[in-house]
T-cell receptor, first 114, second 113 residues
Framework: NAGVTQTPKFRILKIGQSMTLQCAQD?????MYWYRQDPGMGLKLIYY???????DKGEVPNGYNVSRSTTEYFPLRLELAAPSQTSVYFC?????????????FGSGTQLSVL | GNSVTQMEGPVTLSEEAFLTINCTYT??????LFWYVQYPGEGLQLLLK?????DKGSNKGFEATYRKETTSFHLEKGSVQVSDSAVYFC????????????FGTGTRLQVTL
């Protein structure tokens, strides 16, 4: 059972570079999320999607873009990387949207922008 | 806005010791409360949850009770094992949101023999 798969696990970027963090889930979940976790802080929601073709901003969306062309994939795009985007990024998915829904997480991508 | 405050780690315990990780929250309405755990090299996974006041969530020997009067959801285990070494996250989900969680900072637990 693959669950939620994130790639890459680690990446170092130079300021101004761009990259895409990949996320795939094989559970046919409608809902997918991107969180970031800065050192000493809790996870914060960047973007989320309620289904293919539908995305919406979370708490900290600036500097990121997302797309959801299929149910399985939810890539996160960083344009013009900045040191403030140094963080650990987690992708997650869930079947439904009730407030007590269980989220399934990927193992994270550790990104450093230097 | 919503917020979750967890005790800072790391917490280091000997095997079979009693564990408490404190978690308090601020939220509007009646949130659901969760504990997620992240084992080394893995993603976060749900450990337990409680959806209303006085509910007790439990799993794998861990327990937490939803205390509305003290706005707390402390995680406890009577006898920890080395395999419990992980990072523990307290989180809440507010009424009406699409499973968008507010997380605490995480507490690292290290259990030694």
């Amino acid at each position: 059972n693959a669950g939620v798969t994130q790639t890459p696990k680690f990446r170092i970027l130079k300021i101004g570079q761009s990259m895409t963090l990949q996320c795939a889930q094989d559970m046919n979940h409608n809902y997918m999320y991107w969180y970031r976790q800065d050192p000493g802080m809790g996870l914060k929601l960047i973007y989320y999607s309620v289904g293919a073709g539908i995305t919406d901003k979370g708490e900290v969306p600036n500097g990121y873009n997302v797309s959801r062309s299929t149910t399985e994939y939810f890539p996160l795009r960083l344009e013009l990387a900045a040191p403030s985007q140094t963080s650990v990024y987690f992708c997650a998915s869930s079947y439904g949207t009730t407030t007590n829904e269980k989220l399934f997480f990927g193992s994270g991508t550790q990104l450093s922008v230097l | 806005g919503n917020s979750v405050t967890q005790m800072e780690g790391p917490v280091t315990l000997s095997e079979e010791a009693f564990l408490t990780i404190n978690c308090t929250y601020t939220a509007t309405g009646y949130p659901s409360l969760f504990w997620y755990v992240q084992y080394p090299g893995e993603g976060l996974q749900l450990l337990l949850k409680a959806t209303k006041a006085d509910d007790k969530g439990s799993n794998k020997g861990f327990e937490a009770t939803y205390r509305k009067e003290t706005t707390s959801f402390h995680l406890e285990k009577g006898s920890v094992q080395v395999s419990d070494s992980a990072v523990y996250f307290c989180a809440l989900s507010s009424t009406g949101t699409a499973s968008k969680l507010t997380f605490g900072t995480g507490t690292r637990l290290q259990v030694t023999l």
